[in-house]
Antibody
Framework: EVQLVESGGGWVQPGKSLRLSCTASGFIFDDYAMHWVRQVPGKDLEWISGIFWNSGRAAYADSVKGRFTISRDNVKNSLYLQMDSLRVEDTALYFC???????????????WGQGALVTVSS | DIQMTQSPSSLSASVGDRVTITCRASQGISFYLAWYQQKPGKAPKLLIYAASTLHSGVPSRFSGSGSGTDFTLTISSLQPEDVATYYCQKHNGAPLTFGGGTKVQI
């Protein structure tokens, strides 16, 4: 059974940094791309970043490009999101998600964690 | 970037009804479209990918169709457990944009 467990969420002031982690189990981690998707409670889903299976490539939404950095450690079966220069509008529930395609590229999301809440407020 | 527009934004139907949700892409995306179901307080669940491929374990009353710019998610016979918000998502390359969601109520 695929399990994705996020950690590292919390409250942070605008302009500060936070790092989210996602620990994966139940599948061959380095066969798949991984993603971060966020959702303001009660609002829509927003894909913010994805990383290919071998960390060779990553992609970002314009809303976080230049401020957030995605990375992975295929030995530790872990995904990370370094969030710098945080803004009030980054307040959301952040989901870690596994790509559904075994080619290792960025496609769709077949497994999700339960999310880590990030609150940016002064 | 390609925008994804869903309609309607919400609907109410009766148990046993056939329900159809539409997703339109601002440019052609071939068959690269996925559908998700999200219940309150839960993470989304994948229903369909590649426009019409049913994900493992998803009930057969769910189906998807379409290609290019116009896509449809159909629930052939609405069940009480189908009350949720449904999202479409393009998967032909980054950014992997979601539609605005359709809330289905009974």
């Amino acid at each position: 059974e695929v399990q994705l467990v996020e950690s590292g969420g919390g409250w942070v002031q605008p302009g500060k940094s936070l790092r989210l982690s996602c620990t994966a189990s139940g599948f061959i981690f380095d066969d798949y791309a991984m993603h971060w998707v966020r959702q303001v409670p009660g609002k829509d889903l927003e894909w913010i970043s994805g990383i290919f299976w071998n960390s060779g490539r990553a992609a970002y939404a314009d809303s976080v490009k230049g401020r957030f950095t995605i990375s992975r450690d295929n030995v530790k079966n872990s995904l990370y999101l370094q969030m710098d220069s945080l803004r009030v509008e980054d307040t959301a529930l952040y989901f870690c998600a596994k790509d559904g395609d075994s080619s290792g590229g960025l496609y769709y999301f077949d497994s999700w964690g339960q999310g880590a809440l990030v609150t940016v407020s002064s | 970037d390609i925008q994804m527009t869903q309609s309607p934004s919400s609907l109410s139907a009766s148990v046993g009804d056939r329900v159809t949700i539409t997703c339109r892409a601002s440019q052609g995306i071939s068959f690269y479209l996925a559908w998700y179901q999200q219940k309150p307080g839960k993470a989304p669940k994948l229903l369909i990918y590649a426009a019409s491929t049913l994900h493992s374990g998803v009930p057969s009353r769910f189906s998807g169709s379409g290609s290019g710019t116009d896509f449809t998610l159909t629930i052939s016979s609405l069940q009480p457990e189908d009350v949720a918000t449904y999202y479409c998502q393009k998967h032909n390359g980054a950014p992997l944009t979601f539609g605005g969601g359709t809330k289905v109520q009974i």
